[in-house]
């Protein structure tokens, strides 16, 4: 089985085509009759659709997962325990299950850039649901103590109030460029000009 555009997206950090390109993989071995289950890389399958916040995909993925692999893979196991905290929403517990395992060499990289990338999402998040928030929630919820995530969010143009260590969401600004077509202008002044007369 022909691995080297596997192999390019992990070298270049293209981790969000890990996914499509695994499960294009797997069905073209299921297709040729060959047995790949004990040399498959499920650590990184799963961690793509992780990456890809495609939990449903990484959901059946586990599933399909032998159950010999499952137990002599410890690393398989350490990614679908972030994937269950995903699934459950447990914000907090997605950055222990990061933090708790010692990744290889070949998924650490990954790893990584998800939990970047998840912080970004929950950064998102908090300025979409909120107005006001402690330090402690906005620690728990990008996964660092809370000296680290209040300088984060305070780059980010937060205000923090010392007295009750409560931080002001700055919300941010949402431009929204409208292009002026001169035809569909024109196109409309003849269409209201052809209903007045």
Known sequence: MDTSLLNEALASKSYDKIADICDNLLLQGAAEGIDFQDEWPYAIHLLGHIYNNDINSARFLWKKIPAAIKEGRPEVVAVWRIGQKLWTRDYVGVYEAIREFSWTPEV???????????????????????????TQDTAQFLGMNENDATNYVLQQGW??????????????????????????????????????H
């Open 108 to 134: 650490q990289p990954i790893v990584a850039s998800f939990a970047e990338l998840y912080r970004k999402r929950m950064f998102e998040l908090l300025l979409s649901a909120y107005s006001t928030i402690s």
């Open 159 to 196: 205000v923090l109030d010392p007295a009750s260590q409560m931080l002001t969401v700055k919300k941010q600004a949402v431009v929204t460029e409208q292009k002026l077509d001169p035809s569909k202008l024109q196109r409309l002044t003849e269409y209201v000009f052809h209903l007045e």
